[in-house]
């Protein structure tokens, strides 16, 4: 069984930073992508950051030039710096991971909360 973890979130002030860490265990083989999605109220999740096997990362227009994602093929672990936050980037932020050989699944994280507010 596959198990994500997400750590990370908490209250923050504007143009303050955090780091959302994510952990995949169990049986899991050949991760392809590793992604960051986040969901506020009332709002569709939408996708934050991603990064590839081979370091290869996209990202929403909303957080270009303030959020880095990382990963560690080693660990199974990625990652998620986030500067010059601002209150719009209040959600719920959900780790993703796209692994398998021959009919790859999608596995989600229960997600952490991030909270940008004076």
């Known amino acids: 069984q596959v198990k994500l973890v997400e750590s990370g979130g908490g209250l923050v002030q504007p143009g303050g930073s955090l780091r959302l860490s994510c952990v995949a265990s169990g049986r899991i083989f050949n991760i392809i992508s590793m992604d960051w999605f986040r969901q506020a109220p009332g709002n569709q999740r939408e996708l934050v950051a991603s990064?590839?096997?081979?370091?290869?990362?996209a990202y929403a227009e909303s957080v270009k030039g303030r959020f880095t994602i990382s990963r560690d093929n080693a660990k199974n672990m990625v990652y998620l710096q986030m500067n010059s936050l601002k209150p719009e980037d209040t959600a719920v932020y959900y780790c993703?991971?796209?692994?398998?050989?021959?009919?790859?699944?999608?596995?989600w994280g229960q997600g952490t909360q991030v909270t940008v507010s004076s």
């Open positions: 993703k991971v796209r692994a398998g050989v021959i009919s790859p699944l999608d596995y």
């Open positions: 990064v590839t096997r081979d370091g290869t990362t």
